[in-house]
């Protein structure tokens, strides 16, 4: 089944204890992105990545790493999570063919992280 | 820049009647059109999207949209509205010719009541 998988899905941490979300998909896509949702404010994006070893900062990227050593990951890196990163967060992914801006989005279930 | 908006929080309509969500946005060019469904926790799932031609698009379970170019709209409708339909919907767009990062609206959370 073609599919995109978050891991964890639920992750309560401490102030500044450093953490990772999985990401994974099986769709051989060359595009992925995070996103974070927060109420009143819709999907924000914080990275994505065109293909392997390439990544860009999208609107909200402060606070947030990521690496796209392989096709089909693409973790996302809290080194020192705040409160503020308290959300709900989402990978998403891309197939590669035609004019990638028109291509729909393929979502994870979801991450929901609460930051003490 | 690029913008959208939703300005409507919550819409409520019986089961059975048609539904409207409205959707606007702003792009300095020509925009790819976007409606997404989101199910209590689950993600994201693609409903329709305006790329060129027709200004009537079709999408899954029923849902069309109109691209109004004059008046900065995408309006998701469905003309016999399903309790099943309840849920979150967002509007997002992207300029035809510039970033890959997509703009999202708010968010408008779509309540069928029996």
């Known amino acids: 089944e073609a599919q995109v998988t978050q891991n964890p899905r639920y992750l309560i941490t401490v102030t500044g204890k450093k953490l990772t979300v999985t990401c994974s998909q099986n769709m051989n896509h060359e595009y992925m992105s995070w996103y974070r949702q927060d109420p009143g404010l819709g999907l924000r994006q914080i990275y994505y990545s065109m293909n392997v070893e390439v990544t860009d900062k999208g609107d909200v990227p402060e606070g947030y790493k990521v690496s796209r050593k392989e096709k089909r990951n693409f973790p996302l890196i809290l080194e020192s999570p705040s409160p503020n990163q308290t959300s709900l967060y989402f990978c998403a992914s891309s197939p590669p063919q035609g004019r990638l801006a028109k291509n729909i989005q393929y979502f994870g279930a979801g991450t929901r992280l609460s930051v003490l | 820049a690029q913008s959208v908006a939703q300005p409507e929080d919550q819409v409520n309509v019986a089961e059975g009647n048609p539904l409207t969500v409205k959707c606007t946005y702003s792009v300095s060019g020509n925009p790819y059109l976007f409606w997404y469904v989101q199910y209590p926790n689950r993600g994201l799932q693609f409903l329709l999207k305006?790329?060129?031609?027709?200004?009537l698009v079709k999408g899954s379970y029923g849902f069309e949209a109109e691209f109004n170019k004059s008046q900065t709209s995408f309006h998701l409708k469905k003309p016999s509205a399903l309790v099943s339909d309840s849920a979150l919907y967002f509007c997002a767009v992207r300029l035809s010719g510039g970033s890959y990062i997509p703009t999202f609206g708010r968010g408008t959370s779509l309540i069928v009541h029996p």
């Open positions: 305006y790329i060129t031609g027709d200004n």
